[in-house]
């Protein structure tokens, strides 16, 4: 079954790689130019650094890549390494074009891997040893682990974007990612007394402190977590007390359980005792993105702006 | 420990009903626990304050609590508290059921299939209903309900066509489990995406609970409450064997099913509201046989009571311990439950039966 589209994709790099010969031949006046797929044969081979692991040296330009988290997926598609990818896994619900399969990253199987013939396989935990297994198979593997700094999201950018014979887009997509994002931060309104906040990831109440990744990014507009005190084993993800919810009584409540668990800021003020919570009253209860909210790829981009729009709203009210 | 102050005639004259001084401790104890776990709490509003929020209440006075902290008092601290004591009474008393109906001393409220039922139908609501919402309970503590009876259900037909009798009953449970919990798993499996609200239903917890849970809860564990107390003499009779049972005029296999089914009644309700919380029905029955003697006139009562004791105690802990953090409540149970139950059982060498 899945030998027809092995060779149809074959087919279609053959193309691909006269295409690209055919530009590299007569586009030689053009070379400053900078729309990019011209670029991407002379980049290899290429040396990347992932932030944990050895460097990687890839040969020849990635055609047939396989993507094991959805992070991951995001950017692969964002550098314009989309064309190249054959698979990637069941939680990859973005873009929706990105070929999702029935892979999975939590538990790979190795196996199921190998079936896609890929070149490159990119993942961001290497659950059951699977990094070796796919060495074994002498399979080239990327590992970008989850960014814990925004920092990361730009370094994984352009570590995926070099990977790939996206270099230029990914610097480029890097810069834009982070150009942004600080400009978002800059014009965020500067409170004498920082707003405070609570931030969901479900309904049984575990929250994500300052110290994760998406406590940064709220951190970057002068936002105060209220997990914070409760993270006593430093994990990041406490949960919290329904009481010293009510207690804190922040003045924005986000929400990262619009998809998983239904929740809307009508769900919220039904909950026994929220209705007289500041946020709940004064409508700053923001829905976001599961997705957004759980991934640290080029749409941080927009779940910043989710967050900047709240603190506007609850700044100018 | 001197090993004369009890021992060699205790379980002769260990009394078989129950009776009134022990039950108005036991109530007083429970009375007391509910007072101060009402009290204190994560927020810390100063259990002056709460008194006082209590006295207005009543007089129709001015209390010195803002809206918000009354809410946390009367709309979640208080239904937490409640419920707790619900969910502790619900599988201790179960457990001390299940011990009489299988003679044996290791049954508790999952054995038969009830838990496995439970987690399977709850990890398939999730997954395949994760957006009913409006409902008066979720989709959710309803399917754990039905799991639960469903899982007993298929035990008990299961063992009754392998020929009935205790021991048969115990391994088609054993095999029940097992194979719902295939299902379960396979099924996560399949779903990645919804594994951890299966999870952290699993591990048990009473963070989010209100009144609706206790109303819903309510009427169930009192009625298998009211059976179960009005079965401790049957269950009596059925400690000295099937036989000596019928020869009293008491048809065993039907006192089985009468207590099985309210025990797994409770049971189910319990864990529709809390997820899985283990060791209280196995420790609390023990530790009342231990302290107040092994009649089950004594022993389903006060288990009902030192359940919802054990269980508000343990909630307590749960949600003050790391405040403004919460605990897994199956931690504490255990980890509270465990020492004391192996101190009670150092105290009474040789008597647990």
Redesign the interface.
Known sequence: MSNFPRRRARRLAVIALSAALVTAGCGAERADESSAPKTSEKQFPVTVTPPAGEPLTIEKRPERIVSLSASNTETLFAVGAGEQVVAVD??STYPAEAPKTKL?G??PNVEAIADYDPDLVVLSDDADDIVASLKQLKRQVLLVPAAKTLDDVYAGIELIGAATGHADEGKDLAARTKGDIEKLASDAPKLKQPLTYYHEL?????SATSKTFIGQVYGLFGLSN?AD????DSGGY????????????PDLIFLGDTK???QSAD?VAK???W???KAVKDGNVVALDDDLASRWGPRVVDLARSVSDAVDKATSS | MPATSHGTAKPAVAPTRLRPAVLVVAVLGLVAVVSVSTLLGAANLGWTRVVAEVWAQITGGRSPLSATEAAIVWEIRLPRVILAGLVGAALAMAGAAFQGVFRNPLADPFLLGAAAGAGMAATIVVVAAPSVTGWIIGPLPLAAFAGAIGGVTLTWLLGRSAGGGTAVLLLAGVAVASFLTAIQTFVQQLNTDTIKQVYSWMLGGLNTTGWREVLVTLPYITLAGAVLCLCARLLDVLAVGDDEAASLGINPGRVRIVVLLAASLATAAAVAVSGLIGFVGIVVPHAVRLLAGASYRVVVPLSLLGGAMFLIVADHIARTAFAPAEVPIGVITAFTGAPFFLLVMRMNRGQIR
């Open positions: 069941d939680q999975s939590l538990t479900d309904t049984t109440l575990y209220i005190p409760a993270d006593k406490p949960q919290l007390s329904n009481e010293s919810i009510l207690k804190a009584n998983c668990c239904q769900t909950r026994p005792g209705a007289n919570l």
